[in-house]
């Protein structure tokens, strides 16, 4: 004989009108007993949202969601789902996006209510109030993965962002790496600089701008000719701090050539005269490449102060930090170094990211694969 279902326990549906599966269920709140649904693409999908929400009911955690605004969802987001699961420069930029842009336009429409032509309507506004495509594009890379959380916490029956079509961002800057002779010219230009040492690494080992000026000399072994990245300079409420590595791939040794360690020594010398002549006034962090006064390089300062003079001293042209790391892969690639070797040392996530980031840097891919057939047939 089957057991009855109990009163509030819920049913599964057919949505009459979506092709939607659907449970009702009754939660009781300060306002009395209130009817909520949980919706799905499949029987079983609703079968377990409507698990987790009786689940959710027994421990006594009940959204009041009645009347729960966009602006008020995107807040509660920030804060219980968003903060301390990402990086905090990540989170900063999440809810910049959310205050800034979505939130001023949306923010007033009830959640249960936001339609897809509410989302399409607001990427077409922030367009044509002069919005760069890029940051509308980011707009709906955040609203969607707010919206889908939504979805998980059966706050709405679907992910009205799904249907909507995001403008295309901006087509990514084409790379600018130096040639050898370039390369060399910089270094030779950069010597006996404050911060050779600085440039010398971002050209021999790729490292990133923020993961250099995160560097302590306690990551430094001069003898054993290597270092160790474990942290990041990045940006927290408008300022620089220290923070983890990009990925857990980031987090990786790094052999240095010899003119590198020469340079770190001769760095290393400088910065105890500077330490010396400070005194007291010094604030050492251990950090390799610190200000005069031992603190933070701001990256900003570094570029304009530091990095654009030196380009210009050199007769460079004014490429961006961000392409001495592309100008390490890419002496590397003219030396054919296989591309596993080069993802350890540049520490991406994976060689796919290598491979598509500089794959038209492998020097003659289409002749070699030509010539390797020719002679697996011959």
Same mark, same amino acid.
């Given at each position: 004989m089957t057991k009855r279902r109990g009163n509030g326990e819920g049913s599964i549906s057919r949505h009459p009108k979506r092709d939607l599966w659907m449970a009702r269920y009754t939660v009781e709140t300060p306002a009395g007993t209130k009817r909520r649904t949980v919706y799905g693409k499949t029987r079983a999908e609703v079968r377990d949202r409507l698990a987790k929400a009786l689940a959710d009911r027994a421990d006594g955690i009940v959204f009041d969601d009645e009347n729960m605004t966009v602006g008020e969802y995107l807040d509660g987001w920030l804060k219980d789902s968003v903060r301390g699961s990402v990086r905090d420069s990540t989170y900063d930029c999440y809810e910049i996006i959310c205050r800034k842009h979505i939130a001023s336009v949306l923010g007033g429409l009830k959640l249960s209510k936001l339609t897809v032509m509410h989302v399409q309507r607001f990427y077409r506004d922030r367009l044509d109030t002069g919005l760069a495509p890029a940051t509308v594009h980011k707009c709906h890379t955040v609203l969607h993965k707010a919206l889908k959380q939504a979805v998980e916490w059966n706050l709405v029956p679907r992910n009205?962002?799904?249907?909507?079509?995001?403008?295309?961002?901006?087509?990514?800057?084409?790379?600018?790496?130096?040639?050898?002779? %370039?390369?060399?010219? !910089?270094?030779?230009?950069?010597? $006996?600089?404050?911060?050779? +040492? /600085?440039? &010398?690494?971002?050209?021999? =080992?790729?490292?990133?701008?923020? %993961?250099?000026?995160? !560097?302590?000399?306690?990551?430094? $072994?001069?003898?054993?000719? +290597? /270092?160790? &990245?474990?942290?990041?300079? =990045?940006?927290?409420?408008?300022?620089?701090?220290?923070?983890?590595?990009?990925?857990?791939?980031?987090?990786?040794?790094?052999? /240095?050539?010899?003119?590198?360690?020469?340079?770190?020594?001769?760095?290393?010398?400088?910065?105890?005269?500077?330490?010396?002549?400070?005194?007291?006034?010094?604030?050492?962090?251990?950090?390799?490449?610190?200000?005069?006064?031992?603190?933070?390089?701001?990256?900003?300062?570094?570029?304009?102060?530091?990095?654009?003079?030196?380009?210009?001293?050199?007769?460079?042209?004014?490429?961006?930090?961000?392409?001495?790391?592309?100008?390490?892969?890419?002496?590397?690639?003219?030396?054919?170094?296989?591309?596993?070797?080069?993802?350890?040392?540049?520490?991406?996530?994976?060689?796919?990211?290598?491979?598509?980031?500089?794959?038209?840097?492998?020097?003659?891919?289409?002749?070699?694969?030509?010539?390797?057939?020719?002679?697996?047939?011959?």
């Open positions: 009205v962002a799904d249907a909507v079509k995001a403008p295309r961002p901006a087509p990514r800057k084409e790379m600018r790496p130096l040639s050898p002779e %370039e390369a060399r010219r !910089l270094l030779d230009v950069a010597r $006996d600089d404050r911060l050779e +040492a /600085l440039y &010398v690494l971002a050209v021999s =080992t790729g490292m990133r701008e923020g %993961e250099l000026l995160g !560097l302590k000399w306690a990551d430094v $072994d001069l003898e054993a000719g +290597a /270092l160790r &990245v474990r942290r990041t300079l =990045t940006r927290h409420g408008g300022k620089v701090a220290l923070g983890e590595p990009k990925t857990k791939k980031s987090r990786r040794t790094v052999r /240095l050539t010899p003119r590198a360690v020469e340079a770190l020594r001769h760095h290393r010398a400088h910065q105890a005269g500077e330490k010396l002549k400070a005194g007291s006034l010094y604030g050492d962090q251990g950090l390799v490449f610190a200000g005069e006064g031992g603190g933070l390089v701001n990256p900003s300062n570094l570029r304009q102060r530091s990095f654009l003079p030196l380009l210009e001293r050199a007769g460079l042209p004014g490429i961006t930090f961000h392409d001495l790391r592309h100008t390490c892969a890419s002496l590397l690639f003219q030396k054919n170094v296989h591309p596993k070797f080069v993802q350890e040392l540049l520490g991406h996530a994976s060689i796919v990211i290598t491979l598509d980031t500089y794959s038209h840097m492998l020097p003659g891919m289409g002749g070699e694969a030509a010539d390797a057939m020719g002679e697996a047939l011959s």
